[in-house]
């Protein structure tokens, strides 16, 4: 119950941002909604399954590519249409580099899915003709649900419709990601990623349910990468690098992988760090590694950890 | 024939460099079971500074022949830095291994603006100095001879660390430490001391092959992030943890990548990727690595 109204504060305390913060912090909400997306999906590979993709950024990538392509190639407007077929070439590419990597485990299969992203990468990179090479492709305005918008300027309509059908997109696909790992098959993934051996002596094929909890995950990180394109206007190689990938796991760590809303808090967290050092200092990444580091070291368990032993604490004084 | 010595020589001087920080790559990861991604930015600072040492020994008049020792020997002073990494990286031992490859990449993180506080952001070279050992001609293909110093300086410490691992009564200790970390400490191994020690030798293969390749090619920050990458295609390919795999893998992509840039130059990284992606398919776990699970 408890968990349901602090829910359902959140949405109205994000439904609410635009109308009181200045546009430059609303600006920020928007990729913090799309990474919150990507690491949802991100989580149920990592949090749940235990399988920790060091290349995730690949499907984050593919999304913003699909939707520069679809939009500004194509000239397909729609954004429900960008967001299916993302998705559709999201699961498309999962499949064959899930077939490779779910045959690893640990270590492995991080570097495995880092090789991938990086192959993407280079592609991206190197072959200018089809993919703009390293100034990326132009991803233009789409129609929410047909509606075109004109009178909006750029920022007004990023900040304004967009937002909000944004917003709503991640609470739909949280609430689904919540039936997901509510369900008997994700019941399956956790005990997958507590003891696979043990899960495969009781009959659970562990390698398809894997691969199924990759695909998922790829159509999340697709969708939040067309959320970020649209946001930056741009489909760029960089969205591919290693470090991106990284920088998912850095969010994901953040807020607290062991805990479903944990990813998103640490993508909100983690986007407004982000602005606030680089205002500070343009010396930001040492500080972001030091923040970093002392996470992994004092809060293994994220903001979301944190926040759950100070809760517990109180109760036991109490 | 000419092309054909153009990409051998070109790919064994880039091997022997990639060797260098693979092989600390598959030392660190053999014994302590850690996948350093700051093993690139150990390279870095040691180009860079590579850079600085150079610099401050023609400042103080020191002969030119040196240079390559003033760079062995800067990176050698470089690993100083072990130690201290290692320090903190003690910390998460215990943990799941995605918080000590997360330290690391937090590690990556802090170097890189460390290398832009001392060095700023712009490249920096040595200008020609590669050139001051002058060329060696063989037929029609002539190159630098600081190239073939580079290799067989990487030869000398492939050596030596073999002998070293191979036949010292400490080298013994770390490959039985690889193999079975509880029962080497269960035997009296000081496991405390060997992570340090380990580590730090990791650093240094990182630093001095730093050091090595600056002449040749521009300091830039780009470098940590970059190198990685074919750093982690070399140990896959040869297979984790394994030295003899990193000495045909770093073979394998220096060549390839020789091989891609002469030929295909936009297939360069994506070369070397699709030959990791096929080895992985033929033998998961690479062509040294032991079996996985």
């Known amino acids: 119950m408890m968990r349901l109204a602090l829910v359902a504060v959140a949405i109205v305390v994000l439904a609410a941002f635009p109308k009181v913060a200045a546009p430059y912090y609303v600006t920020l909400v928007l990729p913090a909604l799309a990474y919150g997306i990507a690491l949802l999906g991100f989580n149920l590979l990592f949090g749940y399954t235990g399988l920790l993709s060091f290349g995730h950024a690949l499907f984050v990538a593919l999304g913003a590519y699909a939707a520069a392509v679809l939009s500004s190639k194509l000239g397909v407007k729609s954004f429900e249409v960008i967001l299916i077929v993302s998705g559709a070439v999201g699961a498309a590419v999962a499949i064959p580099v ?5 045959r690893y485990v640990k270590i492995f299969f991080g570097i495995l899915t880092l090789a991938f992203g990086m192959l993407f990468h280079s592609f991206l990179f190197k072959f200018y003709d089809l993919t703009g090479g390293d100034t990326g492709i132009r991803v233009l305005r789409p129609k929410l649900f047909g509606m075109e918008f004109a009178e909006l300027d750029k920022t007004s309509f990023l900040i304004g419709p967009f937002y909000y059908y944004c917003l709503v997109l991640l609470v739909v696909m949280g609430f689904l990601m919540w039936r997901i790992v509510h369900s008997p098959f994700g019941l399956h993934l956790t005990a997958i990623r507590d003891n696979p051996r043990k899960a495969e002596y009781l009959g659970v094929r ?29 489909a760029d190689p960089e969205l591919a690098y290693w470090t991106h990938s990284g920088e998912l796991v850095f969010m994901t ?29 343009q010396y930001w990444r040492f500080l972001l590694g030091l923040i970093l580091a002392l996470i992994v070291i004092l809060i293994p368990g994220g903001l979301m950890g944190l926040a759950r032993d100070l809760y517990l604490k109180i109760g036991a004084r109490r | 024939m000419t092309a054909f010595l153009d990409v051998l020589i070109g790919g064994v001087f880039h091997a022997s460099v990639l060797f260098l920080v693979a092989a600390g790559l598959q030392l660190v990861f053999g014994v302590q079971r850690i996948v350093n991604l700051a093993c690139g930015s150990f390279y870095a600072l040691g180009a860079y500074f590579g850079i600085t040492a150079v610099n401050t020994a023609i400042a103080a008049g020191v002969p030119p022949w040196s240079f390559i020792l003033v760079l062995i020997l800067s990176g050698i002073l470089l690993a ?22 997360l330290l690391t990449f937090a590690f990556v993180l802090m170097f890189q603006d460390v290398l832009r506080f001392f060095w700023g952001a712009n490249p920096q070279t040595l200008g020609n100095l590669s050139m001051s050992y002058g060329k060696v001609t063989l037929g029609e293909v002539s190159f630098p001879t600081y190239n073939v110093l580079v290799i067989a300086a990487s030869i000398g410490i492939a050596l ?72 982690f295609a070399v140990v896959v390919i040869g297979g984790l943890g394994s030295m003899r795999g990193a000495l045909v893998g770093a073979l394998i992509v220096g060549l390839v990548r020789a091989w891609a840039i002469t030929k295909y130059a936009e297939l360069e990284v994506l070369a070397i990727y699709l030959v990791v992606i096929v080895v992985l398919v033929a033998r998961p776990a690479g062509l040294f690595g032991k079996p996985i699970e």
């Open chain 1, 98 to 102: 899930a077939l490779l990597s779910v």
């Open chain 1, 206 to 234: 562990v390698r398809l349910f894997r691969l199924i909890a990759f695909v998922i995950s790829a159509v999340y990180g697709a969708i939040g990468g067309v959320i970020l394109a649209i946001n930056t206007g741009q």
């Open chain 1, 253 to 281: 760590v953040l807020g607290g992988f062991g805990n479903f809303f944990g990813p998103i808090v640490g993508a909100f967290t983690f986007i407004f760090l982000k602005s606030e050092l680089m205002g500070i200092t």
């Open chain 2, 80 to 101: 100083a830095i072990g130690p201290v990494i290692e320090l903190v990286l003690r910390t998460v031992y215990k943990r799941d291994e995605a918080f000590q490859l």
């Open chain 2, 160 to 231: 030596a660390l073999g002998w070293f691992l191979q036949r010292t009564r400490y080298g013994r200790i770390l490959r039985a430490t690889a193999e079975n970390r509880d029962m080497a400490a269960a035997l009296g191994a000081n496991v405390r001391w060997i992570n340090a020690s380990v580590f730090t030798l990791g650093t240094l293969l990182g630093t001095v092959g730093g050091a090595l390749v600056v002449p040749t090619s521009a300091a830039s920050l780009d470098m940590p992030v970059e190198l990685v990458v074919e750093a």
